[in-house]
């Protein structure tokens, strides 16, 4: 026989008027979801929200990102290093910050096989002769003139000029030519922001940028290798010219102007 009492209803129980097999009851608002989610754009699976990706962009597209030049993107690096970090190494690209000096780069990583490297985003790519002297000369200046606050020892183009002469061969004949080289190289620094813009074409500030890209040990050595290169007409001994490491990628994208009032 089947018992059909029934069952006991707990009156401590209220009934708030939801249908409990409404799914349409189950589901978050759109505000609540919209809080917890970085979507950006319809199909959006990115785990990053923007200011965090804009960072990534930035590191990505320019040379370095800094405090001087990109504040917003600056401030992301620090607070979300761990995320970016991960990403660019889905890219196999290293991350490196310098919160001292306040500015994050990135690097190729390097593979440890022998057998089978990694695929590269980054060129490594040598210095022209004059690009080696303007950075040794831009390293020196920096250590010398010193002042307080980043990206404030300024130098004019005739002063570039006039230190790379100084190292033209002898029998250097073609001055014009000569000009030419530091006048391309001068370009090439300042579209990687080792040179950064004033509101005088021909006045740059240094950034201290140059200190990560020519730390001590690099430093001696290039000057070195300048020594050995004047004393033997113009070439570095057996032929090799210094490299251009993957520390700092002088061939990034850039599409900011830096002006000041010096």
């Given at each position: ?65 800094s405090a001087r030049t990109h504040a917003d993107e600056w401030r992301a690096v620090l607070d979300a290093e761990h995320q970016l970090r991960s990403r660019l190494n889905d890219l196999f690209l290293e991350l490196h910050v310098d ?164």
């Amino acid at each position: 026989m089947t018992d059909t009492t029934p069952a006991s209803v707990d009156e401590t129980d209220e009934f708030d008027g939801t249908d409990p097999f409404d799914d349409a009851a189950t589901v978050p608002e759109d505000d609540d979801r919209d809080a917890s989610s970085f979507a950006l754009f319809e199909g959006d699976e990115g785990r990053l929200d923007e200011p965090q990706r804009r960072a990534l962009v930035a590191l990505l597209r320019h040379s370095y990102v800094s405090a001087r030049t990109h504040a917003d993107e600056w401030r992301a690096v620090l607070d979300a290093e761990h995320q970016l970090r991960s990403r660019l190494n889905d890219l196999f690209l290293e991350l490196h910050v310098d919160r001292d000096r306040e500015v994050a780069w990135k690097r190729q990583a390097r593979s440890e096989s022998q057998r089978r490297g990694f695929p590269t985003l980054l060129r490594d790519v040598p210095y022209t002769r004059e690009e080696t002297i303007v950075l040794v000369w831009l390293r020196m200046r920096l250590r010398a003139d010193a002042r307080p606050g980043p990206d404030q020892v300024v130098v004019d183009r005739s002063e570039i000029l006039a230190h790379v002469a100084g190292f033209r061969p002898a029998t250097a004949t073609d001055r014009t030519r000569d000009e030419g080289r530091v006048a391309k190289a001068v370009e090439r620094l300042v579209t990687a922001r080792v040179l950064l813009r004033t509101s005088d074409p021909d006045r740059f500030r240094i950034a201290s940028v140059v200190e990560v890209l020519l730390p001590l040990e690099r430093l001696l050595e290039l000057d070195t290798w300048l020594a050995n290169a004047t004393t033997t007409g113009g070439d570095a001994p057996d032929g090799a010219e210094p490299s251009l490491p993957a520390d700092l990628d002088l061939d990034a994208e850039t599409d900011d102007t830096e002006e000041g009032s010096a």
